[in-house]
């Protein structure tokens, strides 16, 4: 696990291979010179789920937002599938980015439009876009929402329509910011399988900006733990929700799994496997009591 | 003396005319704002679009062309003919086209008082002082016939650009105005009117919510038209200044789906038919034919 000592004295890395997005010393401050980020580094590879945890105005969207060259930098390095990211470079739509806010996402008079909105602007032709587009909404189980106008979307299906208009550009990265954030459990688990899915049936690389870290524990193979828009931590899930003082740093909470398991392990001895997920907590609770069955 | 109690008799015809009407306004406009919702005067833009693009009517099937090169008809006739007996038939004209539409009728004469608001609440002031034949009068205020009638003339023009534009609206595909807009106007202005277009929905849901959110923490329990007026003014002046911060949000949606300062459209739109042609071309002679002779009636 590296920590935050690194970043005191910030190096251009090396690009690895497989890397899709490589980002190094990313500075970026808003016009009232408030800084927003600071010294970032940042690395996504090929098939993996990397997860951005920080508490609200960490510096998370503002990172996300650079991620695909919405926002472009003006220190540091960003090296995006291969393609060196300067004020002069596009927005890279093969990045694909899921906003917050779906509401403003999703505009256009029906789904079906919506999601054809990106390919159109890609120069495909009207036919090409809209299979382009079914595809997407039936990739994520969308498919009911064809034809039905935004407005009267609830906010769940509109984060589905949101992800099914990137989706529908075949891009190899896709870039969620807080994707379950304000849904009820049954839309939030369906979209963190939907993520998923993509991950795993389409090798579609993730990044998810949240601090749900239920979901980080759930979904990640990878985290960076960002606070006061510096990175304070990376590592993977089991490193970084036991070490209690980068979560305390960054103002957020243990996984409910690894919080039920240090209750459980208080007085008593401690597993050598450290459960991150519920459904590992469960297996080692599993094992706990066929073992102390007579 | 006798001449003085007419006057005063005059005046009180005057003053209760404009109470009546003040109480017309607050009783029609303001109760009926405050008792049904004031949202229910906003256009629906889910039910706009609905129609637009589900509509199954037959003038739905009519080419959107048609319906486009129509409406610079409609606007002639309500800029230049002035015969009130001309502009009612006009208005009945295009609510039968909206009732062909298969469009809602009732929601119609909601969404009308917004706009006869508007007119009436400018107008209001001008019908005082238009000469002719005097209905009341009380020294340099009269009140003619010729004034009622501009009246009602402006009411019923307003109503039928109105009624036109909700019937273009909810029978055209957005991707059809899309592609005709970008084709009669240059860029940057057809990308303008575009935007300008499907950001109006975007500012009206803003401002529907703003205004229910208001209403649920009794803002709208005001009585009075001036703290009405208050309220509906700093509720649009909020939705103003909240639409730049969501423009800001769609614009980087936009942009991050590949938008690049044009809106991608690549629909055929179909053209109009024999019929079409026809009806263009009687509505055109009829236009002209009104504002010649329209002028004598």
Redesign the interface.
Known sequence: MSNDKQLSACEFRELEEDELIHVDCLEHVYPDGTSSLHNVCFSLFKGEIVVICGANGAGKSTLVEHLNGLVKPKVGRLVVLGQEVTQKTGVITEVGLVFQDSDSQVFAPTVLDDVMFGPLNKGFTADAARLAAICALERIGAAHLTNRIPYYLSRGEKRLVAIAGVLAMNPEVIVADEPTSDLDPFHSRQIESVLFELKTDFRISIVIATHDMDLAARIADRIYVIAEGQVIATGTPRDIFYNKSVLARANLNEPTAVRLYKRLCQGGSASDFKPVKEHDLVKLLEGVIGKAEP | MSSDISSLEDFMRVALIIVACVNAYRGCLGGLMTNIGFEKHLPD??LI??Y???GKSPVHEISPWTKIILLPVVVFNITVIIDLRLLLMILFAVVCLYWASELPIVLLLYWWTLPVFFVASITFLLIWSVPGSDLVSYGPIHLTLEGVALFVTLIVKTLIGVTYSLVLLMTT???YLTHIISKILPYPLSQIALLTY?FL??TL?GLKSMVIAMKSRGGLKLSGIRKHGKFYGSVFALAFIRSFD?AD??A?????????GKL?????VPRPSAGGYAFIFVAVLLSIFSYSFGRYF
């Open positions: 833009l889910g679009t609905h637009s693009e589900f595909k957005y991707n499907r929905f975007l849901e969501k949000h769609v980087k949606a936009m942009q991050s789906r590949g938008y690049q991608a459209s690549s629909y055929y």
